[in-house]
């Protein structure tokens, strides 16, 4: 495999921009399947050509650099050739060999990392068992592009909790629900097939107890491939009906709750302390290694996130709709870094920036 770079001039630069952006292409491939790992994409080159990529496919299985320098159909290239990493390498024993022990091995004539790794047990060692050989190591390229594409990773390496993924639909007229709670159909189907697409993507999913007494959700993938999220439920006093489809055993499930804890197939039943906060609830997801979380609602709980701060990003699809009176949607503090149509309806994205 040869592809040949665009020139753009003889600019050194330029070529290091150019293949660390197809590495972070590559990365994205991963998205919903290596969770809690990091999204990570590497680019091999030589002479301006690239003799081998890839990308962290699957958690617990290779990753991004002993994937590239596998599709290299000519080795002996490698001492002359720059490789291009979006994450660090790892330098430690996981499921897998450490990549940085790989590289030194290959004998890899220049490294280029776009971001250091947080995990601390990673943390500049990788970058530093690399130079200790001898190869040149160029850090920090594209890194807060980088760190974006990341952000679930680092958000949980940092502040220790999962990334929050705020999610509602509300009408023109700014309702979240009718008063008898029913919130069908706010958006159109493009709208709710991207949320469908959104579950994949993200490690966990969260209603509170009207939402999952009243829409009764599956909070499944169904209009999208990939993986379903683990499913989350507040129920305080049990009081939800098992026949709701959140019971349905049909993938794994966790119901937060001040009375018992038991488990019954999928379905765990996870007691904590009565008067629990939500912090208490991204407590044990943090010791579940569960990287991200998606808040669907209901409006009650949207809002506790809000108002506690605990939030990352918030995506509202606002509907060609009207409902008069009704529950009225959480209002969130300044204004959307993004918005785009689909087809009717209009989806803001907003960015916590605390």
């Known amino acids: 495999m040869q592809t040949n770079i665009p020139r753009h001039g003889s600019d050194h630069t330029t070529q290091d921009l150019f293949f660390m952006r197809r590495a972070m292409e590559l990365a994205s491939l991963g998205l919903g399947q290596v969770s809690p790992n990091p999204l990570v994409g590497c680019v091999i080159v030589h002479e301006g050509q690239v003799i081998g990529e890839g990308y962290h496919e699957r958690f617990g299985q290779a990753h991004a650099e002993p994937n590239a320098i596998a599709s290299v159909a000519n080795k002996g290239l490698l001492p002359a050739s720059t490789l291009y990493v979006t994450l660090e390498p790892c330098a430690h024993h996981g499921k897998t060999p450490p990549c940085a022990d790989l590289i030194v091995r290959q004998q890899l004539g220049r490294v280029v990392v776009g971001a250091v790794d947080s995990n601390p047990l990673v943390g500049g060692k990788g970058i530093a068992r690399i130079e200790q050989a001898g190869i040149s190591v160029v850090t920090g390229l594209l890194e807060p592009e980088i760190r974006y594409q990341n952000r679930r990773f680092f958000t949980q390496m940092e502040k220790k909790r999962p990334f929050i993924l705020l999610k509602w639909a509300q009408t023109r007229d700014g309702f979240i629900a009718r008063t008898n709670y029913d919130s069908k159909w706010i958006s159109n189907p493009l709208s709710r097939q991207l949320v469908h697409r959104w579950r994949a993507e993200e490690s966990a999913i969260l ?84 990287q991200s979380l998606m808040v669907e609602g209901g409006a009650a709980l949207l809002r506790d996130f809000i108002g506690q701060g605990l939030w990352d990003e918030a995506r509202v699809f606002t509907g060609n709709t009207h409902f008069g009176l009704g529950i009225p949607a959480p209002i969130l503090p300044g204004f959307p870094t993004e918005q785009i149509k689909l087809d009717q309806d209009l989806l803001q994205t907003y960015t916590n920036h605390e």
Request: glycine content about 4%; overall charge negative.
């Open 207 to 290: 209603v509170g107890t009207h939402t999952a007494q009243y829409d009764n959700p599956r909070l499944n993938v169904r209009d999208w491939t990939g993986k379903n999220p683990l499913r989350l439920v507040i129920d305080r006093r049990l009081r939800l009906s098992q026949e709701l489809h959140l019971f349905d055993d049909s993938q794994p499930t966790l119901i937060y709750n001040e009375k018992q804890a038991k488990q019954a197939g999928q379905t765990e039943w996870v007691r904590l302390n009565e008067d629990f906060g939500l912090q208490h609830l991204l407590d044990d997801l943090q010791q579940r290694n569960i």
